[in-house]
Every structure is written in structure tokens, then in C-alpha cells.
């Protein structure tokens, strides 16, 4: 079955202490991206990958790092968590820009809650 | 600048009656894709529809469907006969293929509570 998983679903930390959100893709796609969602503002595209070893910044990519080392793994790097990073985290990967492959497929999303 | 505008924040409609959620999009590009996406209480996000900027054609799908008016920019979505599973919020977006690695662009979302 075609999916994007992430780990863990659900996580409450403290300040401060690093934290890493999973994500993998099964479906051999080139990009992914990861998005945050908070109330009134929709979701937010945080960081974005086109291929291994290449990524960049999105819109809110301030208090975030990941990697791209293996094409299926997009991991989201949090290295000191702040309270205003408490969201609702969104994995997404989607096999390119043409036409008919422009379909972008979530994962489960990720609750994060920093205390 | 690209931007997606849901303004109704929230509706609450008794069940059957048919309910339409508004989208309003600016974008540069003359290619663009345009979406809808359903996130029920569980949190998920569930793809309903995707359209290209040169199809105007209007989309049924069962009770659902799309109006997509490019000479006002918008793509409003009806759900006719509604029901409590349909109960969720619902996501306007726009495909940004020069940015972002092709990034979604999100609207705020409308929250559509449907009551028995």
C-alpha cells in the first residue's frame, strides 16, 4: 500500500530537549516537504527536499533542520524545542511537478506539544 | 504574491441541506493547480480533488462538487445533501510550481459541522 508514515503521532517534550519526527515514503517519490498547522492559518510549508542530499527552506523554516540521506526518509529536526513550535506536523511527498503526478500525498500528521 | 483566502471560518448546517465552501485564490502563474482537502476530527488530511488552471470544467463526484471560475479566481466546493460524516475541516489550496519545490499553499481552512 502506497503511504507516507511518521513517528510518533503524538509527543509532549520540554524546552529545549531535541527531538526528531520520522517520516518515510514507500512509493520511490523524488520530493517531499514537511508543512506545520495552526489555528487560522492553515498549514505552512516548513522545509522541502527534491531529491537526497538537496533541500531548502520553505516559509517557516526558523528552529527546524532535517535531512534527506536515503530518498524514503525526510526526518524533522527539532534541536531545542520552543513552546511556539507546539503544531500539528504534516509530512508530505509527492513523485514530481508534471501533470499527472502532481498529487501530494500526507502522512498521518504529528502532535507536538512543548512545554 | 500567491495566496489562498477561505473567509468563512466556520458553518454549521442542519443535516440534507446542501452547503457550499468558498475559495478565492491570487496567483502569477498562468499554470496552476488547485485543491481540496478534507481533514475530519482523527486529523488526517484526505485529498478530494485536484484542477488545472486549463480545466474549467465543473466536477461532480457523488454529493460533492466544484465550481472552478477562473475569471473570479475562485473554486468553491458543494456538498449537496449533507451529513454528519461530513463533519470536518476543509482545506483550500494552490500549487506553487516555481517555489518551494511546487509547495501547497494553504488557506486557512472552514470548519463545516453538520448536525443531525
Known amino acids: 500500500e502506497a503511504q507516507v508514515t511518521q513517528n510518533p503521532r503524538y509527543l509532549i517534550t520540554v524546552t529545549g530537549k531535541k527531538l526528531t519526527v520520522t517520516c518515510s515514503q514507500n512509493?520511490?517519490?523524488?520530493?517531499m516537504s514537511w508543512y506545520r498547522q495552526d489555528p487560522g492559518l492553515g498549514l505552512r510549508q516548513i522545509y522541502y527536499s527534491m531529491n537526497v542530499e538537496v533541500t531548502d527552506k520553505g516559509d517557516v523554516p526558523e528552529g527546524y533542520k532535517v535531512s534527506r540521506k536515503e530518498k524514503r526518509n525526510f526526518p524533522l529536526i527539532l534541536e531545542s524545542p520552543s513552546p511556539n513550535q507546539t503544531s500539528l506536523y504534516f509530512c508530505?511527498?509527492?513523485?514530481?511537478?508534471?501533470?499527472?503526478?502532481?498529487?501530494?500525498?500526507f502522512g498521518p500528521g504529528t502532535r507536538l506539544t512543548v512545554l | 504574491a500567491q495566496k489562498v483566502t477561505q473567509a468563512q471560518t466556520e458553518i454549521s448546517v442542519v443535516e440534507k441541506e446542501d452547503v457550499t465552501l468558498d475559495c478565492v485564490y491570487e496567483t502569477r502563474d498562468t499554470t496552476y493547480y488547485l485543491f481540496w482537502y478534507k481533514q475530519p476530527p482523527s486529523g488526517e488530511l484526505v485529498f478530494l480533488i485536484r484542477?488545472?488552471?486549463?480545466?474549467?470544467q465543473n466536477e461532480i463526484s457523488g454529493r460533492y462538487s466544484w465550481n472552478f471560475q477562473k475569471s473570479t479566481s475562485s473554486f468553491n466546493f458543494t456538498i449537496t445533501a449533507s451529513q454528519v460524516v461530513d463533519s470536518a475541516v476543509y482545506f483550500c489550496?494552490?500549487?506553487?510550481?516555481?517555489?518551494?519545490?511546487?509547495?501547497?499553499?494553504f488557506g486557512q481552512g472552514t470548519e463545516l459541522s453538520v448536525k443531525p
Open positions: 512509493m520511490n517519490h523524488e520530493y
Open positions: 489550496a494552490l500549487s506553487d510550481l516555481y517555489k518551494g519545490g511546487g509547495k501547497l499553499i
Open positions: 508530505a511527498s509527492r513523485w514530481g511537478l508534471a501533470a499527472s503526478t502532481d498529487t501530494q500525498y
Open positions: 484542477r488545472n488552471s486549463f480545466d474549467e
